[in-house]
């Protein structure tokens, strides 16, 4: 294992310029990832020079995207690399073909929510296709670029340093305004956990991101912060405490549960049973001491004082609601049932203004909003890929066996279980994270891969030369 760990091979790049771009190149990219969180903050989403789509983070892109395209992006240099990329080509003409789609209902989208969807065509491609794309590009870039132990480790540093300065910040701003831990939430017929307006203030009008958006950074990062933990110790104790209290600070329920379960199950694979003891123990003792409006939230779910205990009421309304009504609008349509409605289907939905629906712009579950955009069809294809993707990892991890990759595994795990009621398969803000870190384990795969070949290569070899000798003592 050791030996692996060490292992700085590299497929070759093919590259047709210099080394010092190559390097170049990957500190943009390091430094993209490190901006991701905080891109949407308001000072730095006004326009450069007064020209549309001149914002620092898509300037930064613009750049990455000139460092990526000098080379062959789309080269594959051995079967793993050609696999996943062909995968990631389906995935984004799926995704294209659902926003192009969309691109006629631009102006119902604006009147339904006029401050997150333009009026204008072009901005609306602009915000809704090419950034998203950006947050794509973080996985080839990754996939091609950092390849060695080393880059991913580097990698790894770079995303848990961001998160601690996010952390860092939103506790600043938590503790400037402590009315937004103890506000009510108000509640909408008890649908969808209600809507703490102060904290979304908060949360939008210094980030610039909802605070759902914050709790899936948190989800799709922990467990790297908790493996910089169990392998440096030290120092590094301190983001992931950070961390941690930002979460409850948050207080989103989904959040709480997605951590607390991929944490679990990196810390059960690693068989780090004494931490997982102890965490337990922190946790129940800051429960007792402090019981902050999302633990109350979590285990007062589903149980209201006008009904009893039901899958809708566990699920705050998105049975009903949501997923019922729109369900049934797309099979009882045979052109929505198998092709979809484009991109954001949920807000052509024809119940919209009759009061049945839940004004959200998703549908509060990845695999039902993927099938009101795209269909049964391109649904049916995507669960088998994630079936197959999941048993695929959980295979790789257990011969790797490598801590850095249960960590990538365990914060796509915790996505997953956020998928359930909220969060997007298509690329958006909340997922931005997942592209870099399934690059990174299909990279930590590919060094396993290259190893052993290379490994094997070397013992063949001199398994034949031994043979040659021995021939060659018998004919003398």
């Known amino acids: 294992m050791r030996d692996f760990l060490n292992y700085t091979g590299h497929a070759p790049y093919h590259l047709t310029f210099a080394h010092?771009?190559?390097q170049s190149g990957r500190i943009v990219f390091l430094l993209f990832v490190f901006a991701l969180p905080f891109h949407e903050v308001p000072f730095l989403t006004d326009n450069l020079f007064g020209l549309q789509g001149f914002k620092p983070f898509n300037l930064l892109s613009a750049i990455l995207l000139v460092y990526f395209f000098k080379s062959a992006p789309l080269h594959a240099t051995d079967k793993i690399e050609q696999r996943s990329i062909r995968i990631f080509l389906l995935y984004f003409a799926t995704f294209t073909i659902a926003f192009i789609r969309s691109i006629p209902n631009a102006p119902l989208f604006h009147s339904h929510y006029p401050n997150s969807f333009s009026e204008s065509y072009s901005d609306y491609v602009l915000s809704s296709f090419i950034v998203p794309s950006f947050y794509i590009v973080a996985f080839l870039f990754t996939l091609k670029r950092m390849r060695s132990f080393q880059e991913l480790e580097r990698l790894t540093t770079v995303i848990c340093l961001s998160v601690l300065l996010l952390s860092v910040a939103f506790i600043t701003l938590v503790l400037m305004n402590p009315s937004v831990l103890f506000s009510e939430r108000s509640e909408m017929a008890g649908l969808i956990s209600g809507a703490r307006d102060e904290m979304a203030e908060l949360c939008e009008g210094y980030i610039g991101i909802h605070y759902n958006t914050l709790g899936t950074i948190y989800i799709c990062t922990i467990p790297l912060l908790l493996y910089r933990a169990l392998t440096r110790g030290g120092l590094w104790i301190v983001p992931l405490s950070l961390s941690l209290l930002a979460i409850l600070f948050v207080e989103s329920r989904s959040t709480l549960v997605a951590v607390a379960v991929s944490c679990c199950l990196f810390l059960i694979q690693r068989r780090r049973f004494d931490i997982l003891v102890l965490g337990a123990a922190a946790i129940g003792i800051t429960s007792f001491l402090w019981i902050g409006q999302s633990v109350y939230a979590l285990f007062s779910t589903g149980f209201g004082d006008s009904s009893g205990l039901s899958a809708n009421s566990l699920l705050t309304g998105r049975v009903d609601y949501i997923w019922v009504p729109l369900l049934n609008e797309w099979t009882n349509d045979i052109g929505l049932f198998l092709f979809g409605a484009g991109r954001y289907g949920m807000m052509t939905s024809q119940l919209w203004d009759t009061g049945t629906l839940i004004h959200a712009v998703h549908a509060h579950n990845a695999i039902i909003g993927f099938f009101l955009d795209c269909g049964a069809i391109f649904t049916s294809v995507l669960i088998i890929f994630l079936l197959v993707g999941i048993t695929s990892a959980w295979r790789v991890g257990r011969s790797l066996n490598s801590d850095?990759?249960?960590?990538?595994?365990?914060?796509?795990?915790?996505?997953?279980?956020?998928?359930?009621?909220?969060?997007?398969?298509?690329?958006?803000?909340?997922?931005?994270?997942?592209?870099?870190?399934?690059?990174?384990?299909?990279?930590?795969?590919?060094?396993?891969?290259?190893?052993?070949?290379?490994?094997?290569?070397?013992?063949?070899?001199?398994?034949?030369?031994?043979?040659?000798?021995?021939?060659?003592?018998?004919?003398?």
């Open 404 to 476: 850095l990759y249960w960590a990538l595994f365990a914060c796509i795990f915790g996505y997953g279980i956020g998928m359930m009621t909220d969060r997007e398969i298509f690329p958006t803000l909340q997922n931005m994270y997942v592209f870099p870190i399934i690059a990174m384990m299909i990279n930590l795969a590919r060094l396993q891969y290259l190893f052993r070949r290379e490994k094997n290569y070397d013992g063949s070899a001199a398994a034949k030369m031994q043979q040659l000798y021995r021939l060659g003592e018998e004919n003398a």
């Open 20 to 22: 010092s771009d190559v």
